[in-house]
């Protein structure tokens, strides 16, 4: 079993800053891309940054400038720095990561982390 358990959310103010962070857990041989997703309410939910396992990394237009992902492969963990927060940033992001087991290879997604950018 996989599971990717997400952390670092909550309320910060307009301008502010937050990193998030996800663990990947498990019987994993090998990660390949890993990502970050956010839902807005009633919006569908929406790529914000991906990081392949080697090359250039790729950002929603909306957060170029602000966000930088990363990632430990040694941890099997990937990084989200958020800065210059604003009201629209507010969501649930969801981590995501192609990784490979034993016997398959699979997406998986954290359960979501809540990030409310509110004065």
């Known amino acids: 079993q996989v599971q990717l358990v997400e952390s670092g959310g909550g309320l910060v103010q307009p301008g502010g800053s937050l990193r998030l962070s996800c663990a990947a857990a498990g019987s994993i041989l090998g990660i390949n891309a890993m990502g970050w997703y956010r839902q807005a309410p009633g919006k569908q939910r929406e790529l914000v940054a991906v990081i392949p396992s080697g090359g250039s990394t790729n950002y929603a237009d909306s957060v170029k400038g602000r966000f930088t992902i990363s990632r430990d492969n040694a941890k099997n963990m990937v990084y989200l720095q958020m800065n210059s927060l604003k009201p629209e940033d507010t969501a649930v992001y969801y981590c995501?990561?192609?990784?490979?087991?034993?016997?398959?290879?699979?997406?998986?997604w954290g359960q979501g982390t809540q990030v409310t950018v509110s004065s």
């Open positions: 995501n990561a192609d990784i490979w087991t034993i016997t398959s290879r699979s997406r998986y």
